[in-house]
Each structure stands twice: as C-alpha cells, then as structure tokens.
C-alpha cells in the first residue's frame, strides 16, 4: 500500500503513466486517480520517504480528515505521531499506519 500526498492510502484506484525519471525517459508508473498526483518510485521512493516533523504532521492531519477521524481522535493521532516520530527512523508511511493502529485500537 502507497499512502499518497492527499492523506489517502492507495488500493486500487491508480492509474498508469509514463513519466522521466533518471533511470529512463520513460519509466512506467502510476497515479491517484481522486487527486491526480503522479509517483516517481525511482528518484524519490514513496514507502521510504522521511519528512520532516511538520510535513509529517500536516500528513497526518489529512489522513485523518479523509479518514473522518473525530477531533477527540485526531489529537490522540497526532500525539502518537510525534511520539513515533521521536523514537527513531520510521517512514511516514510506517508512522502514520502505526499511530493510527495505536489509536484506533485502545
Ligand atoms: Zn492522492
């Protein structure tokens, strides 16, 4: 699973393209189809990305919304977040999906 710059993970709903990346002037890849945002999985790769605390969080903030999480929620969400954030070298996507498990469960 791919979680896309709009906060939404991506199954299904892709489409394919072709875009220049430094390996190929043509390398295959695909797109969300609801936001539109294409990916380049050979210059910048998606599941490895580490942004910063901010980016991080304004992340968070639109999974949360596309997820309809309650405000009550989204604080505890982005408490976790900080937290995984600060206990070492975890992806965004890794963070985001453990928080939100952390959240969700208890
Ligand atoms: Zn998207």
């Known amino acids: 699973m791919i979680l896309c710059e709009c ?4 199954k299904k709903s892709t489409f394919k393209d072709y875009i220049s990346t430094s390996q190929n002037p043509s390398t295959r890849t ?26 991080l969080k304004i992340l968070a903030m639109k999974f949360a919304e596309k ?5 009550e929620l ?3 969400f982005l408490l976790e977040i900080d937290r995984l ?3 070492g070298n975890m992806s965004d996507q890794k ?9 969700w469960i208890s």
């Open 67 to 71: 997820n309809d999480m309650e405000r």
């Open 95 to 103: 963070i985001i999906l453990e928080a939100y498990r952390r959240v």
């Open 74 to 76: 989204i604080g505890k």
């Open 30 to 55: 695909i797109g969300h189809e609801k936001c539109g945002l294409i990916f380049n999985f050979v210059d910048d790769n998606v599941s490895k990305k580490y942004s910063s605390r901010k980016r």
């Open 85 to 87: 954030k600060s206990c």
């Open 7 to 10: 906060g939404e993970f991506i």
